[in-house]
């Protein structure tokens, strides 16, 4: 039986707003070219760190990631009460990645269990999604998928895909899920590959198109596709990479010992970094502390307490460092919240917050481009950094270093450059995870006009419970929204 009105949500993982556009407007994408025609073609942004993983939080939670307790794609647990000794470290790349579900807030419901029923596909959350729903568990998938990775096989991700989608195309014809939600990995795979303008990103694209046009037509033929959402979104763009910069290895030139995937069995280390996407890491200090240090703490090590030249200054010489932002350390969500941004040659500047209302104040040269912005709103500081180089980068910031997870300093990349070479099977010509607005645009497309403009991925998820009869709620300090998105919404 149909339910009243279903929600499909396919992620074009790593798919870029130009590429995208250009795919379109070359008539390659005809079913995509369609939903954008006669719903809509929508930029919004993604979140920070801007990289898989992380970046379906929103999808599916409805928040942002640090606050859901997944503040990168590796994190170091100081608590020590959820990641075991000796590393007490987490990477979701390899079989960590069935640790997620645990890691995430209980305390915010996931759109799996919120929904009356679900099928999802190649889900980095799972939790609420009966294993029977998952398109593609089993032992024999995940040594497919493992053995595709570690041979750096490109063209195997795409073979991945198509089997997906044609899963799901047959899966949600026979059982009629009232969520479904599948993410294609190849546009990401091929674009760290060969970069996103490669024919080969174009081949991943038209697998997401094939099986758009294919569940659409199953959608007319039972006479239910106007009470079908069907929406296109990415989880995070792609920029040039090369140059690569092993923040490990500086670390260690400094003298320290260093925690770092996959070498992290280090006999009494001192600085763990954990590295996502690979354009952004969190840097940890003291580790024996069970909480972040702040910036009283931080003056030690950026004096040169820990090491001659000090850490934060030999980050602010390396030409990887675009951004440099030292958390407070402060974790009382009713208290004012703030940080300091850094660039070597731009200036620097302090970002606070309290609930919806952010103040951006430049101390010289101005890091965002902002200018002097006081007591602004969430909606309010979109508005005004979309166009920059780091749209919504205040909000995202705010996010992120209120988060108790959160490293006690943060780095996102320059252009042109990452922070992990080695260990990669896939050499990388393209690289994301920065505040970057390559990185941070996304696309969204709907099937349907919108009733409010959508602004970020975390508008996604709200809107998609509304639909779905069930109802999330989530504060305004983790500029949750209320307002749904798409017309005809309960």
Partial sequence: MDP???????????????????????????????????????TITTVFPSVTGPAYVPFLMGHFPGAAGMPGLRWYDRSREHCGAPAHARSYVGWEMGQVDRDLTPAMPTLF???????????????????AQRVEGGVRFAARAAWTHLRGDVRGWLAIDRDV????????????????????TGVDKTSHAAGHGAPIVLDALRIVDDVVARLRADAEARGTWERTHLWIVSDH???????HDDLADVMRGLGLRVLAHPRVLTR??????????????????????RTPLGWDALKNHMTGAMTNDGIAKTLLARPSVDLMILPN???????????????R???????MWRG??????????????????RDVSADEMYRLSLDTDYPDAPVQLAALCSAPRTGDIIVSAARGWDYRARYEPIPHASSHGALHREHMLVPFLTNHPVQHTPRRTIDVMPSAAALLGCRAHGAVGDVFTDSPIVRGTP
């Fill in 4 to 42: 009243a009105s279903s929600v499909i949500l396919l992620v074009a993982d790593g798919a870029r707003v130009d590429t995208l556009r250009a795919a379109l407007a070359g008539g390659a994408l005809p079913a995509l070219a369609r939903l954008a025609d006669e719903g809509g073609y929508h």
């Fill in 113 to 131: 269990e919120l929904a009356p029923s679900s099928l999802g596909a190649l889900s980095v959350i799972t939790r609420g999604l009966p294993k």
């Fill in 165 to 184: 989608g044609d899963q799901i195309v047959r899966r949600v014809r026979e059982e009629r899920p009232a969520l479904t939600f599948a993410a294609f």
């Fill in 237 to 243: 763009g792609h920029s040039p990479v090369t140059q």
């Fill in 268 to 289: 009494a280390p001192q600085v763990a970094v954990m590295v996502s996407g690979n354009a952004m890491a969190h840097i940890y200090l003291g580790l024996s502390s």
């Fill in 329 to 343: 350390g402060a974790n009382d969500t009713s208290a004012r919240g703030a940080c300091e941004i850094h660039t």
């Fill in 345 to 351: 040659d731009r200036g620097s500047a302090v970002l």
């Fill in 356 to 373: 919806d209302s952010f103040t951006y104040d430049p101390m010289h040269g101005d890091p965002l481009g902002l200018g002097t912005l």
